[in-house]
């Protein structure tokens, strides 16, 4: 029931920024936790960050911390990932995740129940 639509990524030269954004339709529940996964081929999805969108700690893998930023307007049902500082390792398919659940849970694909289908991020060098 609940659809999320990813959109933002594109093509951009390493060091440079782009906004991802997770437009989001459908709630049935009034909070969800929220987070951004990445693919890159032949690799497997891996959590980039995370959030409640009730408010509290958010998640960052070791390999994004301090370049990237996860963010949430309730007023707007989307979530965000503000990526600053891209590297070419940074090139995958990154896809928005939702979960009604309350308990806290690690950042990883099998503890989410909804996904959108994606959007590809590809930074040269």
């Known amino acids: 029931q609940v659809q999320l639509v990813e959109s933002g990524g594109g093509s951009v030269q390493a060091g440079g920024s782009l906004r991802l954004s997770c437009a989001a339709s459908g709630y049935t529940y009034r909070r969800y936790r929220m987070a951004w996964f990445r693919q890159a081929p032949g690799k497997e999805r891996e959590g980039v960050a995370g959030?409640?969108?009730?408010?509290?700690?958010?998640y960052y893998s070791d390999s994004v911390k301090g370049r990237f930023s996860i963010s949430h307007d309730k007023a707007k049902n989307t979530l965000y990932l503000q990526m600053n500082s891209l590297k070419p390792e940074d090139t995958a398919m990154y896809y928005c995740a939702a979960d009604p659940r309350i308990i806290s849970t690690p950042v990883v694909p099998r503890e989410y129940a909804y996904w959108g289908q994606g959007t590809q991020v590809t930074v040269s060098s």
């Open positions: 959030l409640y969108t009730g408010g509290g700690s958010q």
